[in-house]
């Protein structure tokens, strides 16, 4: 499969680059991005072509992979749908439910296969674990705790200054991790029950679930350095279940997201983690957004 590249900035040449790169299976086909010098240096480090028009890279690969803010993604995503072409997507999908909306649809009628780069759905550890304990049910509630330190004021990282995360925080970026755990597991969110803010960008839910259980979550960017890190915990019948740490990367997990991707176009079976699911995360979020921003006023 003859794959291109969409973005250019930190997360594309750390994670996306050395994915596409090194798998067996993808002919990396080249890199566009908005700023044309950056592409063209991506491109030299792995030996392919920068492109300057984004449809010419589109006319060229059968499949692409978007390492963009989430506007600019849902929209060229619409694009290379239907180009026909297929979609390796990062979280979230988008950050209204009207993007994201089209993003499911333009795949749903262009009949393209999608995998929403959720990074713990590709880390094997954490997927044996949802599926035992989506498979053991009984679940009375569960907690995601998804903590980062980008805003916390003792950290260096480059993403620190993406004008995205700066406007819409801890829930857009890390709620997704936290949900595409937990939905598994216990079934959708019938409704967000509950949004408060807490310190900096911090954000706290409560979630009602179709299984029956209840579900909170805590999420930011903003805490100290030491206090960082995910903890996934449910509790139910089968007791206690706690989510395993895994040390692995984010280039590992992206090289199997693109097995998915691969394997859904030569099937034709959509993978758990696609567009539609991406949109799903993007209205529970907005639902949640809403209320954060009712309770405001």
């Known amino acids: 499969m003859r794959i291109g590249l969409l973005g250019t900035g930190p997360w594309a040449a750390m994670a996306h680059a050395p994915a596409l790169s090194e ?19 991506l491109a030299d480090r792995h030996g392919t072509r920068a492109y300057d028009d984004v449809d010419a890279l589109l006319a060229d690969v059968d499949a692409v992979a978007l390492a963009l803010p989430p506007a600019v993604q849902a929209d060229l995503a619409v ?37 929403v780069f959720f990074t713990s ?22 907690r995601a705790e998804w903590l980062g330190a980008l805003f916390g004021g003792d950290g260096d990282s480059p993403f620190a200054d ?8 801890a829930l857009w ?21 509950a949004a408060a803010p807490g ?29 960082a890190g995910a903890t996934v915990e449910l509790r139910g019948r089968a007791g206690v279940a706690v989510l395993p740490d895994s040390g692995e990367g984010p280039v590992t997990a992206l090289v199997r ?7 859904a176009a030569g099937t034709g079976r959509p993978h758990p983690c ?14 949640a957004e809403a209320l954060m921003d009712g309770a405001a006023r």
């Open 257 to 263: 997201a693109a097995d998915a991707l691969l394997t």
């Open 199 to 227: 310190p900096g960008d911090t954000v706290h839910l409560v979630l009602d679930h179709v299984g029956g259980a209840s579900s909170t979550l805590t999420l930011s960017l903003s805490a100290p350095a030491a206090a």
């Open 274 to 287: 696609d567009a539609a699911f991406g949109l799903r995360v993007t209205e529970i979020l907005a639902e």
């Open 173 to 193: 970026d890390v709620g997704p991790h936290a949900l595409s755990v937990l939905l598994p597991v216990l079934g959708d969110a019938r409704r967000v029950t």
């Open 121 to 142: 759905r590709f880390v094997p550890d954490t997927e044996a674990w949802i599926t035992e304990q989506a498979d053991a049910g009984g679940w009375f509630t569960g």
């Open 79 to 115: 694009r290379a749908a239907r180009a026909g072409r297929h979609l390796l997507l990062d979280k979230p999908l988008a950050t209204t439910v009207a993007q994201g909306r089209a993003v499911a649809d333009a795949v749903r009628d262009a009949g393209v296969a999608s995998v």
């Open 162 to 169: 993406s004008p995205w995360r700066q406007e819409k925080g």
């Open 23 to 41: 798998h067996a299976g993808l002919d990396f086909a080249g890199v566009w991005g908005r700023r044309s010098e950056a592409a063209k240096e």
